[in-house]
């Protein structure tokens, strides 16, 4: 964000980290009930895309890190600067805006990386015209390989549909693999919490603090989607989206708020972890402090009586008695037993 800190309203600037030079794969998807076809080319400085108005097209951009092709993207289709603006900002909020002729969708695909064990953020982005659909990715590897699939095999109700069920479908996935990331957040406090309550280090403080982080990251990119799940059911998306896909769009609506209310329940519970932390070094001092306390009260009669019969005085009575060494141990020890007896007895050792 602070890269375009200055620069005036409708800057196309990327704020991502990919690099400039990196290629980007554009995949057109043609197809229909009874055919398909599929053109893909690696975007150099020409855009020549062939609009088939009795087919579903859905124009797949893997990559946003070339402004000169998001540009040749928006001057092709009549895509306001606005729009690029939000659509090269990797760190924008999830949001749906209406414009004249088309629809701009934007939120995070979450995925997690056991190799480098993080989780990777990638912005995408649908412009859904009435006969178009344009994607916009960071990275052209995302979890849409099932969708792909199908609409290569020509199953399931894809075939059969629009671009507004399509886009429906795209967004679904995605809400759909936030479940899995849910799944895992779970269970790293399921574990952080287990550790904490048998054995907590200095370590643990590290990894809360750190899930803290993610967390937050997640939650940031989940809840405004309740918003946009809410605008997708307007009525001047209808046009868009087509009229017969509401009760799919409920479905995701639901979905939206069990991620949104999941989000809340972990955040919460990551609040909880730091204070379980906290509550559980706690208890440690205590114990320790509890333990010196009693050996400090243990020994504190003794060493008076040790004080006491140490003294340089020539009379003192009881020196005299032959057996006063062994009646003042036997009496130490009776009261050091006591002591022990008295703790036990009140469940304080």
């Not at 088939?52 to 092709?76: C, E, M, R, Y």
Request: aromatic fraction near 12%.
């Amino acid at each position: 964000m602070n890269k375009k800190i200055g620069l005036q309203p409708g800057t196309l600037l990327y704020t991502g980290n990919r690099s400039p030079d990196a290629e980007i794969p554009i995949t057109h998807y043609i197809y229909n009930s009874e055919s398909f076809k599929k053109n893909s080319f690696i975007f150099k400085d020409n855009l020549l895309i062939e609009l088939h108005p009795s087919h579903v097209n859905w124009l797949n951009i893997g990559g946003i890190h070339n402004t000169d092709l998001i540009k040749k993207v928006g001057d092709f289709f009549n895509i306001d600067s606005l729009i690029l603006e939000d659509l090269l900002n990797s760190s924008q909020r999830p949001k749906l805006e209406v414009r004249e002729d088309f629809i701009f969708i934007t939120l995070k695909m979450i995925s997690h990386s056991s190799k480098k064990n993080v989780y990777e953020y990638e912005q995408i982005s649908f412009i859904l015209f009435s006969n178009l659909l344009i994607s916009f990715q960071e990275n052209p590897f995302d979890v849409f390989d099932s969708i792909r699939c199908r609409i290569e095999k020509g199953i399931g109700r894809l075939k059969n549909r629009k671009e507004g069920y399509l886009t429906y479908s795209l967004i679904d996935r995605i809400v759909d693999n936030y479940f899995i990331i849910i799944d895992d957040l779970e269970e790293r406090i399921d574990n952080l919490e287990e550790r904490i309550a048998t054995n907590s280090k200095k370590a643990d403080f590290d990894e809360i603090l750190e899930l803290k982080k993610e967390l937050l990251k997640f939650k940031k990119s989940t809840l405004p989607l309740r918003e946009l799940s809410s605008k997708l059911r307007d009525s001047d998306i209808e046009e868009y989206l087509g009229e017969n896909i509401d009760i799919f769009l409920k479905d995701l609506q639901d979905h939206i708020i069990i991620v949104s209310e999941a989000t809340e329940a972990l955040f919460s519970r990551g609040n909880e972890l730091l204070q379980l932390y906290h509550s559980t070094i706690s208890n440690g001092m205590n114990e320790i402090m509890k333990v010196l306390t009693m050996i400090s009260t243990i020994f504190i009669p003794l060493s008076f009586l040790a004080g006491l019969y140490g003294m340089n005085f020539e009379y003192i009575p009881e020196l005299k008695y032959k057996y006063a060494y062994f009646f003042l141990l036997a009496f130490m020890g009776a009261l050091f037993l006591g002591t022990i007896y008295f703790f036990k007895r009140k469940k304080w050792w």
